[in-house]
């Protein structure tokens, strides 16, 4: 019996042990240990430098600087677990801000016409989207990079600088905290439980996956795959249209460039890679993404901290990317060997 006993413990502790390495190689944990990881090293390299890391002040730039690009990223996640992807977000919030802060017109009573008419914007520009890839069988890097220049050209076309003017009122969602936490961030953190709501515990979100997994098998097991398809673009307007929001709230007024200078259909589709989330679709979720985000976020501090030029961030930018890329397509081979 104690023979038995002790045959069987050491087994058990290896099991463990085996479970605990395999939780650690998940995207997810993967994506947090390295950004803790990124912390410590930047912590030290600022302190090397004779500055001070996380001081109040950082830590709520970086949830500040995060906020807008997260949102956008939760929508982005939900289009490319369904092995979709949208291009036309960083248009599209240049156009929502435009759009929110002409017809708020700085005052307080057009607020809520404002937030409807962008969020209806959005969701048009979604279902289209969603549309011309389901129906007219385009691929979505075609669909919403057409959408994309659509857009630019109406925003061309209309405005040559910023315009409208944002209520001060409203202005208090870019720039309010309660003690160190940005209202933009729980902002961020809502969009963020909803998502992960959608995709955990609802029938849609065990359809995203499948459908991400593999359309064709998905489509046979009676999902309508276009229908799902249609919706998460949807939702990622919608996501983009509230980033929209948000920064005309930070700047006052709408610019024609704030979607692209911030970069966020590349960026978006970034955070969401370096997340663990497929391109291929059918594997990921928010959790992921939102330590992606967090990630660029805390780079981006790292960097101005250390004052590094432009041109070294991107090159630095690119290489996390590539490198968090092959690392997990390296663990999916090894899996499926």
Known sequence: MNTLSRIRRPARRSEAQGGLAARLREPTQVVFLALLGLVAVGWVLVALDGGQFLTMESVVG???????????????????????????????????????????????????????????????????????????QVHAFIATLGTALIIKGIVDHLYDGPAGKVPESFQLLGYSRIGPIPISALLWAGVAVVAWFLLSRTRLGYRIYAVGGNEEVARLSGIRTGRVIVLTHVLCSLCAGIAGLLLASRLGAGA???????????????????????????????????????????????????????????????????????????RGMRRSA
């Open 62 to 136: 970086i949830q500040q600087r995060s906020a807008a690009l997260g949102i956008v990223a939760i929508g982005q996640t939900l289009a490319i677990l369904a092995g979709s992807l949208d291009l036309s977000v960083a248009y599209l919030i240049s156009l929502t801000s435009l759009v929110a802060a002409e017809i708020m017109a700085g005052q307080d009573g057009n607020i809520l016409p404002a937030v409807a008419a962008v969020l209806a914007i959005s969701a048009l520009v979604g279902l289209v989207n969603g549309l011309v890839i389901t129906r007219l």
């Open 256 to 330: 024609p460039t704030v979607g692209t200078d911030g970069g966020y259909d590349l960026e978006s589709i970034a955070a969401v890679v370096l997340g663990g989330t497929a391109l291929a679709g059918g594997k990921g979720g928010v959790a992921g993404t939102v330590g992606g985000v967090l990630l660029l976020a805390v780079l981006d501090t790292i960097f101005n901290q250390l004052e590094v030029n432009s041109f070294v961030k991107d090159v630095v930018r690119g290489v996390v990317i590539v490198i968090a890329v092959a690392v997990y397509a390296r």
